[in-house]
């Protein structure tokens, strides 16, 4: 599909109800990286399955509640067979895709309803063309291949014109009075996300390309205090990982394959690794700055997170845990047992937790990490890391 030009103007995708995400594992090798996202399933387990593969994953469902992810964050969304329906409820769940899709960018769906003949499935193509059009998506191609399988591409639109021109204003845009926007436990919209842009400033919605957008701070001009913030928070990871990281730290990169950072930022512990064979999950945690639009903006992926609460994640599914300042205001809500035991849960025997934190929270978090039998060392009075051991009970 040369309209959707992968690895360029393409670099974050969504894909819903993924399978075993083999179709994230085949993006990886265009430069691009893809969210895949599936729910718990005890007889397949397909996000558990996704993760031992190295390739992003994350348990999740567009059931009754908003994804962890902010506005306008991927560029293509992908479902094939993922079972969701998109027009039920009103248009609900599509309307949650249109709400991370970017202005601009792409659904790809392949369904039954895309190529069947059979009364349900064309009920359910009218029931998607009509909701779709009330969007003013575009369908950019409908085709089908040599055995009968079909698939339909959508493109969501890059202003409020076309919104501004339907004869009926459902469903109507979103506003204040429909309540908030920030995506922890809210309830689905069932109002459409205006554009942030007016039609005579279109191209403005669009990202940079792949890979200059991963170094440039997308923002207004005038913003300049948080675009200094995002320089200075880049070249200092670039710093980091480089001469402290890679040489001080007794972590074997070469075994890394799937790493979290805990408390990203702007994302730049993640922007000094994109060369490693590696991929970050991006996670910011409740209660801190909102800046998951500034990492998605770079090309990278996340979520918001609560670390009070469980991470949707399998046991043992991370080489690496990265937690930069945060253990202090953490432990101001929870215990920091609960903390370390959540860890302990994500990260996998015989990798590693590295805590960039105060000397004293340092202190309160080593001998806990020690009597899970972790072995630890502090590097430069400001780094903590963990390797979690083998170590099992004795009965």
């Given amino acids: 599909m040369p309209t959707i030009q992968w690895g360029t103007h393409t670099r974050t995708v969504l894909d819903v109800g993924c399978g075993v995400a083999s179709f994230g594992g085949y993006l990886l090798d265009r430069n691009v990286i893809t969210m895949s996202l599936a729910p718990k399933d005890e007889h397949e387990a397909q996000i558990q399955f996704a993760l031992e593969r190295g390739i992003p994953a994350f348990l999740g469902v567009i059931g009754t509640q908003k994804l962890p992810f902010p506005d306008n964050a991927f560029d293509v969304v992908h479902c094939a067979r993922c079972r969701v329906h998109w027009y039920a409820n009103g248009g609900k769940p599509l309307l949650e895709l ?12 392949s369904a039954t309803p895309v190529y069947r003949k059979e009364q349900r499935d064309q009920d359910d193509w009218n029931a998607m063309v009509t909701l779709t059009k009330s969007m003013c998506w575009r369908t950019v191609v409908k085709s089908e291949d040599i055995n009968g399988i079909g698939v339909v591409i959508y493109q969501k639109p890059t202003s409020n014109s076309c919104y501004l021109e339907r004869k009926t204003n459902e469903p109507h845009l979103c506003s204040k009075k429909d309540g908030s926007r920030f995506p922890w ?5 069932s109002c459409i996300l205006p554009s942030a842009v007016s039609s005579s400033d ?6 940079l390309l792949w890979p200059e957008r991963l170094i440039r701070y997308a923002s207004v001009p005038d913003d300049s205090a948080t675009i200094e913030k995002f320089d200075a928070d880049t070249k200092y990871w670039k710093q980091v990982i480089s001469e402290v990281c890679y040489n001080d730290f007794p972590v074997n990169w070469s075994s890394v394959r799937n790493v979290m950072d805990m408390n990203a930022g702007y994302g730049g512990f993640a922007a000094a690794l994109v060369d490693k064979p590696l991929w970050v999950m991006n996670v910011v945690p409740i209660g801190q700055s909102d800046t998951l639009p500034v990492i998605f903006s770079r ?18 599914t991370y080489d690496v845990l990265h937690m930069s300042d945060l253990l202090g205001s953490l432990t101001k809500r929870c215990d920091i047992l609960e903390v370390a035991a959540e860890i302990d849960r994500i ?3 015989g990798r590693w937790l590295v805590l960039k934190d105060t000397m004293d929270m340092i202190k309160k978090m080593r001998p806990v990490l020690r009597s899970l039998h972790y072995e630890t060392v502090i590097v430069k009075r400001q780094f903590l890391v963990g390797k979690k051991t083998f170590w099992r009970p004795r009965r």
């Fill in 347 to 349: 990260l996998r025997p």
């Fill in 98 to 109: 249109n709400r991370v899709l970017r202005p601009g960018g792409f659904f790809v769906w």
């Fill in 185 to 189: 436990y809210a309830p689905l919209d």
């Fill in 299 to 316: 090309g990278l992926i996340g979520v918001y997170h609560d670390w009070c609460e469980s991470f949707n994640t399998y046991p043992r």
């Fill in 202 to 207: 279109e191209t403005s919605n669009s990202p």
